[in-house]
């Protein structure tokens, strides 16, 4: 569960500008258990600053 000032401020918010992209690392496997596979990773919150359902992406996991 995360807690967030609502709304949030406005320092927590980052500007991209047309045809510019932003990158994230995440380790998915800090908080769940990924085994080698496809996997499809969704933004399913809906509202949340703004933040509209529908986003994702697919990624494949190699293992050992």
């Known amino acids: 569960m995360a807690r967030r000032v609502m709304p949030p401020p406005a320092e927590s918010y980052i500007l991209v500008q047309p045809h510019d992209c932003v990158s994230t690392v995440y380790n998915l496997a800090k908080n769940y258990t990924i085994k080698p596979g496809k ?14 359902e529908g986003n994702e992406v697919k990624i494949t996991v190699n293992g050992k």
């Open 39 to 52: 996997y499809t990773v969704k933004y399913t919150g809906g509202g949340v600053s703004g933040l509209q």
